[in-house]
């Protein structure tokens, strides 16, 4: 049986940007690992215990959050299938990708995004604001990417 970590390590691997929010992360691993619970902050606490693979950022600090906002439901606000404005941490994969068939614009493009998430300066909300934003376009152009490389 896998562990959290490398379950994580093998679902952000499996997404364009290499990056997911935390509560998308805990419930693809959730269904990875047989329907077997993955509790919040359990997954913070192993992710966090492997800093050289992992780099939880929070976007929507300050003036950004977004806590309180929900929808009719009662459920927490988005505006994207990833959850592009969840009150939550985002979990960035720091392993470079190793798939040698990607098309050579696509492994640009997710190197690019890996360089930008490890230089990122969490302190500042612009900054964070523009990386999400950035992991939100990548993964919207990813599977255009990978269509492309695939028809030829």
Same mark, same amino acid.
């Not at 913070?44 to 492997?50: C, G």
């Not at 929900?70 to 606000?77: I, L, N, Q, W």
């Not at 493009?109 to 990386?131: K, N, P």
């Given at each position: 049986?896998?562990?959290?970590?490398?379950?994580?390590?093998?679902?952000?691997?499996?997404?364009?940007?290499?990056?997911?929010?935390?509560?998308?992360?805990?419930?693809?691993?959730?269904?990875?690992?047989?329907?077997?619970?993955?509790?919040?902050?359990?997954?913070?606490?192993? =992710?966090?215990?492997?800093?050289?693979?992992?780099?939880?950022?929070?976007?929507?600090?300050?003036?950004?959050?977004?806590?309180?906002?929900?929808?009719?439901?009662?459920?927490?606000?988005?505006?994207?299938?990833?959850?592009?404005?969840?009150?939550?941490?985002?979990?960035?994969? =720091?392993?470079?990708?190793?798939?040698?068939?990607?098309?050579?614009? =696509?492994?640009?493009?997710?190197?690019?995004?890996?360089?930008?998430?490890?230089?990122?300066?969490?302190?500042?909300?612009?900054? =964070?604001?523009?990386?999400?934003?950035?992991?939100?376009?990548?993964?919207?152009?990813?599977?255009?990417?990978?269509?492309?490389?695939?028809?030829?």
């Amino acid at each position: 049986m896998q562990s959290t970590t490398d379950l994580a390590v093998h679902i952000l691997a499996r997404t364009p940007a290499r990056t997911l929010p935390i509560s998308h992360l805990s419930h693809l691993i959730e269904q990875e690992a047989g329907g077997a619970t993955v509790g919040h902050e359990f997954l913070v606490q192993a =992710l966090r215990a492997r800093p050289n693979l992992f780099r939880l950022l929070d976007p929507w600090r300050g003036p950004w959050r977004v806590s309180g906002r929900t929808d009719a439901e009662g459920s927490t606000f988005t505006s994207s299938p990833l959850g592009g404005l969840t009150d939550e941490p985002w979990v960035l994969l =720091l392993e470079p990708p190793a798939d040698s068939e990607l098309d050579p614009p =696509l492994r640009m493009l997710q190197e690019s995004m890996l360089a930008a998430g490890r230089r990122v300066d969490e302190h500042s909300v612009t900054a =964070l604001a523009r990386w999400l934003r950035m992991s939100l376009e990548m993964a919207d152009v990813a599977p255009s990417l990978q269509r492309r490389s695939v028809s030829r």
